[in-house]
C-alpha cells in the first residue's frame, strides 16, 4: 500500500516550453501533497504544499507564477513548470499525505527535466 | 523555519567498515525520519524516530534518536556495496490544519570500496 506515481518519469524540452508533472497516490487519498525539487549532489528542497481544493502554499523564492500547482482531487496533483529555462533542469519529486493518520510523507519516484 | 544539519557530507569506507551519519537541531523535534538514496533513484523511506532516547534496528542499520530530541543518528555495522547511497534525515514537524512538513537534512553521501 501506500503508494505514489509520478508521470512522466522524465522529459526533455525546449527552452520557453511549458511542462506539466502529474503525481498521483494510487491507492490513498491524500489531502496534500508537497512538490520538492533537488539539484544534482544536493538535498531535497520543498517547493510547495498543494492542498486539495485550495491554493498552494509556496516557499521562501519559489515563484508561484513560474511552478503552477493544481490539487483538482485527493489523489492526484499536477505541477507546472511554465516557459522553463535550463537553470529549471532539476529533479523533481511529490510526496503524498494520507489524509487519514497522515503524519508519513510516501514520496513518488521523481521526474528528471532537462530545459535545453 | 526549520534547520537541519547533517554529517559528514561525504564518507568513503572500505567493505566491511562501519559508517555513521549524524543530524542535528537546534530546536526539538516531534520526530525524525531518515530516507537512503541511491544513485540515480528517488529518497526511500527507512524509519521514524518518536521518542525520546529510541533506537531502533533494521538488520546492520541502528538508528538513535537524542534523548532531547534535537539529534539522530544513523549507524550501519559492516557495510556491504549495497549500503552506497546518500543518507538523508529529515525532520518532520507539525505545521497546521493536520498537516506536517519535512525539513531535510544535505544528506551525506556513502561510497563502499570493495
Known amino acids: 500500500g501506500a503508494v505514489v506515481s509520478q508521470h512522466p518519469s522524465w522529459v526533455i524540452c525546449k527552452s520557453g516550453t511549458s511542462v506539466k508533472i502529474e503525481c498521483r497516490s494510487l491507492?490513498?487519498?491524500?489531502?496534500?501533497m508537497f512538490w520538492y525539487r533537488q539539484f544534482p549532489k544536493q538535498s531535497l528542497m520543498l517547493m510547495a504544499t498543494?492542498?486539495?481544493?485550495?491554493?498552494?502554499?509556496?516557499e521562501q523564492g519559489v515563484e508561484k507564477d513560474k511552478f503552477l500547482i493544481n490539487h483538482a482531487s485527493l489523489t492526484l496533483s499536477t505541477l507546472t513548470v511554465t516557459s522553463a529555462h535550463p537553470e529549471d533542469s532539476s529533479f523533481y519529486i511529490c510526496?503524498?499525505?494520507?489524509?487519514?493518520?497522515?503524519?508519513?510523507?510516501?514520496f513518488g519516484p521523481g521526474t528528471r527535466l532537462l530545459v535545453l | 523555519g526549520q534547520q537541519v544539519m547533517q554529517i559528514p557530507q561525504y564518507q568513503h569506507v572500505q567493505e566491511g567498515e562501519d559508517f555513521t551519519t549524524y543530524c542535528n537541531s537546534s530546536?526539538?523535534?516531534?520526530?525524525i525520519q531518515w530516507y537512503k538514496q541511491r544513485p540515480g533513484g528517488h529518497p526511500v523511506f527507512l524509519i521514524q524516530?518518536?521518542?525520546?532516547?529510541e533506537v531502533k534496528k533494521q538488520k546492520r542499520l541502528t538508528f538513535q534518536f537524542g534523548e532531547a530530541k534535537k539529534n539522530s543518528s544513523l549507524h550501519i555495522t559492516a557495510t556491504q556495496t549495497t549500503d552506497v547511497g546518500t543518507y538523508f534525515c529529515?525532520?518532520?514537524?507539525?505545521?497546521?490544519?493536520?498537516?506536517?512538513?519535512?525539513?531535510f537534512g544535505k544528506g551525506t553521501k556513502l561510497s563502499v570500496i570493495p
Open positions: 510526496s503524498a499525505l494520507p489524509s487519514l493518520h497522515g503524519e508519513t510523507q510516501y
Open positions: 491507492d490513498f487519498q491524500a489531502t496534500t
Open positions: 498543494s492542498n486539495e481544493g485550495s491554493k498552494a502554499t509556496y
Open positions: 530546536t526539538t523535534l516531534s520526530n
Open positions: 524516530l518518536v521518542k525520546s532516547g
Open positions: 529529515a525532520a518532520n514537524t507539525y505545521s497546521g490544519a493536520g498537516s506536517y512538513q519535512l525539513t
